[in-house]
């Protein structure tokens, strides 16, 4: 099936982020992973206005988690990527891959 | 101590921009807890900085996404289906993404102005617009006495007089009065020095304060003889009782006397000075001076009702004038000033300044607003033809405007955003290098916040709202048909632009005027010559309690103990008494008899007394310039003398030899002895720079004793002088404290905390204004250059040598510079007129002034010129004919 949406790259870093991430995938450790990856400092913002663009999209839902004293007894959101979004992410990775064929050989260091 | 947890006015700020609910609340939670990870790891310093930029970003996506969620809910005015506010944001962020240098140029130039603003305003709402803790307060007055030859001061009231007042006034409903006096307070542990504030029972009813702790003074208690009792404050009680419950019936001693605390007083009458206060006493118990000359008590009172201020005046006139009558020893000259007390508290001085610096600050925001409306013109006119082509396109004027005023709006919460954060960080500097403890109440509260976000709204109107109409007012086929950025609205905006920049040259050079002049004054004050040499004087205070030093005698044994030991001491070269510090306290005024003189009927001769030791002039190195000095010999029996200042001699003894002269202090009436003038000292600086050296009469202390006095030493060390009394009093009398241990030069410092903040302030303003006038002169300049691009090629192209090119551009900037200028000096020498009360030592056409600022301003400008003129005078010719 063709996927509906397209997405673009941080979007597909962010969801793979959280699909590694697994029940931790708490907004915070998406950046701290992201960054990690990247190497590049990760702006909140950005973050959190693609994590609202993906759920806008149906990509990804969340649900409420409880607050700790360290959070000035705020809650937390924790993400989990639809089966949209896994099959977004699967569509994206074979275009991906189609496009390579032939072209290993730039790849490699 | 540092709370735990993320700055907090960045996290309000951010609380403010996120969406509402759940996300909102996780959001600000994420921020907070990844805070707490980096602070443990990395320190407060990174983690805040993070938590900074992290809260910018997260904001600024908190508001795109409330608009977006806004929009959806309603259609906004003007759009066709998909004109929503969402879009407008959208498309205003991307084309600021477009133009990063741009952004960062209005925001940072916004942010400036803003902070500033949001600073001044701070000032302007803790003196003008914080409520006071008072009941109906525009029917409250304050009571002065009023000297014509003192006309810069409001002289408080004698005790006698407060009584009389409040028996005769039927205009005022209530009359109440304070005064202070410290206390020692004994058996709370060590023995400490309290601030006392004695008050009358209808103090607390004119105030309408209240006990939170107990009861309040009864009328029975506020008389002579009364049963000593107390309230005490509530930071007091807090901080030496730790706010137990049981204080009522609790006793203090105060000066060896034992009082009963019947109660505590409410925390809202802890402002500014008034939070110094300790505990408050019944005034009858202690106001027993039947001296008119002693002027010491504030008087509050509330208007009748039906009663104005006008009659209240008249009345108090009325009973003045009798006054005069009844007493023309003390009471001749004098007058009854009645001021509304909102105006009382605030003074004359500080209501000029808190105008000058709104004037300042109304100027750098001037200054800023024409900066980003110039660059905003200068941008409209290049986006012309994009602008044309959508109104070609069906797009409507309303559409469009909304799209330009979107993106001033972004710029301008942002420039706000960051200007609070810089006027935070302002204050902070400004509690920290100040010592009245008025400084630490300048806050962000509420009011600061709505008046900042109000600017921040305000600005993109101002500055934004001309060139989008104009954007749109243009003939299409026109803009269309012409090269980018080459049409007649170009023209004319580019002299509107060069008339924006003319007036902030002349804004900044009015600004750095002022600021030059008040930076003189403040070095002039700071190394004023107060008549006397105050390097190396150690100052400490003692008070004796009446009650445990109730004759002379033994106050001079106890002072005479203390003054050889210091005396002996290798590490003290000079110590003597006084019972006022000159040059650095007002005196203690009382009238004066001049023998041989019948004084004139509205001119009461009056003088400061100054009580001193022998050792005074030699340890302050103050001179005597004519007769001798105090001596040792001056004893309580041997015939009493005085030394006078010259200012006395000049103004009472003019035409005669002062010495062998007699006067006598308290008027022709008064219990003190007639005593020989022996010497004529020089005059020191009054307090009050305004006014003339007070006229000094001093007088031996050993043959008038008082128990409050100033211990001055000469010495390099003040911890030693302290040590050496501290050892000596403990013997002479453990119970009693010792205080105030300063250095005359820390007093000085103190003393000139405002002078200081004032100057600082205007000189960042002027620094500010400086800059951004040259900013603003570099892009008029640069623009115009770019847009000449091709006449200059053509220019070099046919022979024009780069030299000439440079001075053709550079002749266009002086230009502007000039009149600039001329502007500047003019509105400089207006404000610096007005402003002419708070100058001191430097006139308000100081020429070396005018001349340095002009010379630096010009020099910036010249800058600002020339960078873009050599630009200009480098261009390719080549490039430069290829560019269309």
Known sequence: MPPRTSIGEFEQMVLLSTLRLGSGAFAPDVGRLLEEVTGRRVSRGALYATLERLETKGLLRWTLHGATPERGGHRRRRFEVTPDGVETLRAARSALTALWQGLEVLGEP | VTPPGPPRLVARLLAACLPGGEVGECVAGDLREEHAALLDVWGRRIADRWYRRAALSA???????????????????????????????????RSLRKQPGFATIVVLTLAVAIGVNTVIFTFVNLFVLRPLPFE????????????????????HVSYADYLEWKRDSRTLSEISAFSRRTANLTGLGEPIRVQGAPASASFFRVSGLEAVEGRLFRDDEDRPGGEPVAVLAHGFWERQLGGSAEVAGREIVLDGVVHTVVGVLTPEIELGNLSEIDVWLPLAQLGDSEDRALRNLRVIARLAPGQGLEQASAEMATIAERQERDHPDASAGWGIQV???????????????????????????AIACANVANLMLARATVRERETALRVALGAGRIRIVRQLL????????????????????GLRVIAATTFEPFYDDLRIDHRVLAFSAGLSLLAPVIFDLAPALQATRRDLATALKEGGGRSAVGARGGRGRRGLVV????????????????????????NLD??????????????????????????????EGLIEELTRSPQVRGAALATRLPSLE????????????????????????????????????????QGRSLRETDTAAAEPVVVVSEGLADRYLAGRDPLGARIKLGGASSDDPWRTIVGVAADTVNSNLADPPVPTAYVPFDQSPARAVVVLAKSGDASAVARIARARVAVLDPSQPIYDVSTIEQIVYRDTDGTRVITSLFGLFAVVAVSLAAIGLYGVISYAVSRRTQ??????????????VLSMVVAQGAKLIGLGLALGLLGGYTLARIMSSQLFGVSPNDPLTYACVTISLLVAALAATVLPARRASRVDPIEALRVE
């Open chain 2, 136 to 155: 109906r307060i525009d029917t409250l007055v304050y009571l002065f006495s009023s000297h014509p030859e003192r006309a810069n001061e409001r002289v």
């Open chain 2, 586 to 625: 007002s005196p203690e005024t009382r009238s004066l008899a001049v023998e041989g003189i019948v004084p004139d009927e509205r001119v009461q001769p009056w003088a400061g007394e100054n009580r001193v030791g022998p050792a005074f002039f030699d340890t302050l190195r103050l001179p005597i310039v």
């Open chain 2, 530 to 559: 107060p008549g006397f040499d105050s390097r190396d004087v150690v100052t400490l205070r003692i008070d004796l309690p009446e009650t445990r030093y109730p004759t002379p005698e033994r106050v001079r044994r106890f002072y």
């Open chain 2, 791 to 804: 006449e200059i090629g053509v220019r070099i192209a046919l022979g024009a040598r780069s030299s000439e």
């Open chain 2, 59 to 93: 904001g600024l996506w908190g508001i795109g996404s409330r608009l977006r969620a806004a929009s959806r809910a309603a259609r906004w005015p003007g759009g066709t289906g998909m004109g929503s506010i969402g879009q407008d944001v959208h498309l205003a962020l």
């Open chain 2, 503 to 526: 007036m902030q040259l002349a804004l900044a050079l009015t600004l750095l005027i002022v600021a030059g002049l008040s930076a003189r004054t403040a070095i002039y004050i700071q």
């Open chain 2, 406 to 425: 979107t993106e001033g709006a972004l710029l301008s919460l942002v420039g706000g955003g960051l200007g609070l954060l810089l006027a935070e960080a």
């Open chain 2, 339 to 365: 001021l509304p007390l909102r105006t009382a508290l605030i003074g004359r001085g500080a209501y000029l300044m808190l105008a000058m610096l709104g004037i300042a600050v109304g100027f750098v925001v």
